[in-house]
């Protein structure tokens, strides 16, 4: 025998084959979960669905960022919930706060504005920033770096069906950077010029357009204006090798110094949408149809009876949002 191989012994314990615990294969991936020490009780709610629906066969880990230190509290109470591994961050300064470049003046009369025009959180910076981290930011965090897929988790969310086969091993073996559950249209005065920023982006960056891109799924007329269809960023199974990318990330960067971030309310939803409809081939984009999931107000449940059944989802098929007048789904449908 090689000096390398250990010396086997001369009998092994007879094991019945059905005692043997082999652990699920499992993806480079995460949770990551953004929110604050007050948004304890909705985290708690979030993180048990998610685990009676999922992960408690799985032992994913789970990264909680805040711009504030999480305290014992919130760590004792949330890492209780699970025996997967819990770690809890704290964002950078600079990738929180407004860049230097930005005219507070300028931002704190554009809230006014949008608070006065009673614009969904219009009024709100810290709002902003969120957006602004979840656009650019969060995929660089020390504590998510070691990572390749994320799903994003917002308190006070509900998986209403078992999810019986592992959507992180679905995106890394079918090849799919960005998966979504709902989709809908932004709020126009959030977003006043961020096509024109968008176009100016391509035209100076024409080879980051993909030959085969889900154009039109944010465009109606070829890309002159865009038609608000977004996919809800609250729900984000993603590749952040995506968002790393030299591309996204000067797409982010262009963004960023245009100001709408704070000027306007851009949110990370139409910006991550726009992005992957633009970046990516539309093939990598990916509709979990079986994954139940719910933000209130709005529901996204499994419309195949066998899935529903399947599933033993918690959900109203009939609620589904998918064809609900305001939803983008059929256009997804359409491409
Ligand atoms: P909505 O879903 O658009 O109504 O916005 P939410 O209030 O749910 O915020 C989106 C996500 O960002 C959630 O995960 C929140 O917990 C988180 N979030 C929002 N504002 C802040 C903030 O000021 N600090 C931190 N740490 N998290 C925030
Ligand atoms: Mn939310």
Request: charged share 25%; proline share 7%; glycine share 4%.
């Amino acid at each position: 025998p090689s000096v390398d191989s250990p010396p086997l012994p001369d009998s092994t314990p007879e094991i019945p084959h059905t005692t043997l615990h082999v652990p699920p294969e499992r993806a480079n991936a995460t949770f990551a979960i953004l929110c604050r020490n007050s948004d304890i009780d909705g985290v708690i709610q979030s993180v048990r669905s998610i685990e009676d629906r999922f992960n408690r066969n799985h032992g994913y880990p789970y990264v909680f960022l805040n711009e504030e230190a999480f305290d014992d509290e919130f760590k004792r109470r949330v890492s209780v919930l699970s025996s997967a591994q819990m770690e809890f961050g704290l964002i950078p300064h600079d990738h929180w706060y407004a860049p230097s470049w930005i005219d507070e003046q300028k931002a704190a009369a554009a809230r006014q504005k949008m608070e006065e025009d009673q614009v969904i959180y219009g009024g709100s910076l810290s709002y902003r920033n969120m957006c602004r981290f979840n656009s650019g930011f969060f995929f660089r965090h020390p504590l998510l770096q070691k990572y390749r897929y994320y799903w994003r988790v917002e308190p006070w969310v509900h998986f209403h069906c078992d999810i019986s086969s592992d959507p992180f091993l679905f995106m890394q073996n079918n090849n799919k950077s960005y998966g979504f559950t709902i989709s809908m249209y932004e709020f126009q005065s959030t977003i006043v010029t961020l096509w024109d920023t968008v176009k100016e982006f391509a035209r100076a960056n024409p080879k980051t357009i993909h030959p085969d891109n889900a154009l039109a799924f944010v465009s109606d007329d070829g890309g002159s204006n865009f038609n608000m269809c977004h996919f809800w960023s609250n729900f984000e199974i993603a590749d952040m090798d995506f968002w790393r990318g030299e591309t996204y990330m000067s797409f982010f960067e262009f963004l960023d110094r245009a100001g709408g971030f704070y000027y306007e309310r851009w949110g990370d939803a139409p910006v991550h949408s726009i992005a992957a409809s633009l970046f990516l081939p539309r093939s990598s984009i990916h509709f979990f149809e079986e994954i139940g999931y719910e933000h209130p107000p709005y529901t996204h449940c499994p419309v195949d009876k066998q899935r529903w059944l399947d599933g033993r989802c918690s959900c109203n098929p009939e609620n589904s949002f998918d064809y609900d007048g305001y939803s983008c789904l059929r256009r997804w449908d359409s491409l």
